[in-house]
């Protein structure tokens, strides 16, 4: 499977039909993260909280920055994000070790731009 983690992979599990995400939009999203091995190491879920962040501006991976712009309110997307745009060669907290692909499940539930 390594192979298929040379580059950004973007699956679409469910088309949204809201507002596109851009550059610059606070997005508010749920979502699941895994290792490779299937191995779950982050869930907004289970803190029963979404989670909010601007995109395409260097506030998350790169894999998240990329992955998440023109996906519509309301859709679920699979990334599959290479470890040089998740977090590299550094080891985040106990379980993504350095040089880690990153698999994520992202439901998309808002998008605000500045001109609302």
Same mark, same amino acid.
């Given at each position: ?12 599990? %469910? ?6 995400a851009?550059?610059? =939009? ?5 979502? /699941?993260?895994?290792?490779? *091995?299937g191995?779950?190491? *982050?869930?907004?879920?289970?803190? $029963?909280?979404?989670?909010?962040? #601007?995109?395409?501006?260097?506030? #998350?991976?790169?894999?998240? *920055? ?5 996906? %519509? /309110? $309301?859709?679920? @997307?699979?990334?599959? #994000?290479? =470890?040089?745009? =998740?977090?590299?060669? @550094? ?19 808002? #998008?605000?731009?500045? *001109?609302?």
């Amino acid at each position: 499977m390594s192979e298929a983690f040379s580059e950004l992979r973007i699956e679409d599990l %469910q088309p949204g039909t809201g507002k596109a995400a851009v550059k610059g =939009a606070l997005i508010t999203a749920h979502y /699941t993260g895994w290792l490779e *091995d299937g191995t779950e190491f *982050d869930s907004s879920h289970k803190r $029963g909280q979404p989670f909010q962040c #601007v995109i395409g501006t260097g506030r #998350v991976i790169k894999g998240w *920055d990329q992955g998440m712009i023109g996906m %519509q /309110t $309301g859709g679920k @997307r699979k990334l599959y #994000v290479p =470890a040089q745009l =998740a977090y590299g060669e @550094r080891q985040m907290g106990a379980l993504i070790k350095p040089n880690s692909n990153l698999i994520f499940e992202i439901e998309l539930l808002e #998008v605000l731009t500045r *001109d609302e």
